[in-house]
Structure formats: C-alpha cells, structure tokens
C-alpha cells in the first residue's frame, strides 16, 4: 500500500475521494460534483487528509480538521478491500498524532449505498478501537442521523 499525507487534496485525488465518497457513503450524502464536494472540504479548519493506494485503486482516505474547538474526522475505505485492516491503519495514523478525535457515526442500519446495498453502521468498529460513544450527542439533519464517538489519548 501506498501512503499520501497532505493539506490539500490534488484535483485527481479529490476526484477519486468523491467517487468513493458516493459509492461508499449512504446515499443521501452523496454529493453531485467535484465542485460540490470542494465546497464541502473547504468549510473544513486545518484539514489533513491521508491516502491509501493499493496500486492504483484508492484503498482509503481520512481527513481530521478543526470544528468547534475539536478534532474531528471523516474516513471511508473502499468496501471491495474492508476487513483487511485500511481502516484501523488510517485511524491509527491519526491517533498517533492527535490528542482527541471525534466523528459522527451513522448508528443504524435505515441508509441505503448508492447502489441499492444496505450501508452498514461502523459503530462496532470505532468501540473495538477505543472510541467511546457520547449517546446525548446527536446529530440530525436532512441528509443524516448519527451519534457522536470520541476518542482521547
């Protein structure tokens, strides 16, 4: 595998990270252009987006950024390579180099991929790697709903 850390996403890489966003992601938060999804990124504070390549196919991608006086993150990793370890490998990159992470995590399993498949809650995946689940706090908006993991050192 092959491992990209940056700032700033290069234009090909934004556009694989879209694709995979949509493909990967529930469907409702799909986003319909590169410059759509830009708009998105750039609300984000301090961005550092970390890559993975298995030879050309882009395996995995996290970004942590600054929200409300937090480190947040998203991630997603391709679903033709889940279960080999991408996902914990990018989590912790980022914990060896945050203090605390926060994410919103989808909690149920009402979403549907672009696809037509079933989007499956990650939850049991953040609580096996040490991420505690803050149930108060949720999130709900029009395109999800989700419940707040945090993680500290």
Same mark, same amino acid.
């Given at each position: ?6 700032t $700033?996403? !290069? &234009?090909?890489?934004?556009? &694989? ?5 949509? =493909?990967?992601?529930p469907?409702?938060? =799909? +986003?319909?252009? /590169?410059d &759509?999804? %830009?708009? @998105? !990124? ?8 970390? !890559?993975? @390549? %298995?030879?050309?196919? *882009? &395996?995995?991608?996290? /970004? ?6 937090e ?5 997603? #990793? =391709?679903?033709?390579l889940?279960g ?5 490998? *990018?989590?912790? *990159? @980022?914990?060896? $180099?945050?203090e605390?992470?926060?994410g919103? #995590?989808?909690?149920?399993?009402? +979403?549907i991929?672009? %696809?037509?498949?079933? +989007? =499956? ?5 953040y609580?096996?790697?040490?991420f505690?689940?803050? $149930?108060?706090?949720?999130y709900?908006?029009d395109?999800l709903?989700? #419940?707040? #993991?945090?993680w $500290?050192?």
């Open positions: 595998m092959i491992q990209q850390a940056r $700033e996403l !290069l &234009a090909i890489e934004k556009k &694989a990270v879209l694709d995979l966003w949509n =493909n990967e992601y469907a409702s938060l =799909n +986003y319909k252009d /590169v &759509a999804f %830009d708009e @998105f !990124l750039s609300k984000m504070g301090s961005p550092r987006h970390k !890559l993975l @390549f %298995d030879k050309q196919l *882009l &395996a995995g991608w996290i /970004v942590t950024f600054d929200r409300d006086g480190r947040w993150f998203s991630i997603i #990793v =391709n679903s033709q889940q080999k370890g991408i996902g914990k490998r *990018l989590i912790e *990159l @980022f914990k060896a $180099e945050e605390h992470l926060c919103w #995590v989808v909690d149920h399993e009402d +979403y991929k672009l %696809d037509g498949s079933p +989007y =499956n809650s990650p939850l049991t995946f609580t096996k790697l040490g505690e689940l803050i $149930e108060e706090e949720r709900k908006g395109r709903s989700a #419940v707040k #993991v945090y $500290e050192k």
